[in-house]
């Protein structure tokens, strides 16, 4: 099994930045053998697609809305996934989740981008982005 916990969200005004992390632990868990990824629902909208990072950190994939904005990274050897929010907009807001893969896509350049595809989730982080 595997645990997220996810850090970091807050209230902050438009232009703003806030910096997400999400720590993985698990028994039987190898953190640097998965894909990783973040995703965020709003009140009242299904959970989408935020950024997806590779096994290895050496590919990305953002969603359209987020892209130049937002940063993902990944520390292997701190179990920890990132994700650099900047010039935050107040559509922003919603609660952030990251999420694990399965190790199936260890030793390749995939970036999850599906629900499905992930089997991990964590608690979630709220953000809130003020006008």
């Known amino acids: 099994q595997v645990q997220l916990v996810e850090s970091g969200g807050g209230l902050v005004q438009a232009g703003g930045s806030l910096r997400l992390s999400c720590a993985a632990s698990?028994?039987?868990?190898?953190?640097?053998?998965?894909?990783m990824g973040w995703f965020r629902q709003a009140p009242g909208k299904e959970r989408e697609f935020v950024v997806a990072i590779s096994w290895n950190g050496g590919s990305t994939y953002y969603a359209d809305s987020v892209k130049g904005r937002f940063t993902i990274s990944r520390d292997n050897a701190k179990n920890t996934v990132y994700l650099q929010m900047n010039s935050l907009k107040p559509e922003d807001t919603a609660v952030y989740y990251c999420?694990?893969?399965?190790?199936?896509?260890?030793?390749?350049?995939?970036?999850?981008?599906?629900?499905?595809?992930?089997?991990?989730w964590g608690q979630g982080t709220q953000v809130t982005v003020s006008s």
């Open positions: 698990g028994r039987t868990f190898t953190f640097r053998g998965v894909a």
């Open positions: 999420a694990a893969s399965p190790p199936w896509y260890r030793d390749s350049d995939y970036t999850p981008r599906s629900r499905t595809e992930y089997y991990a």
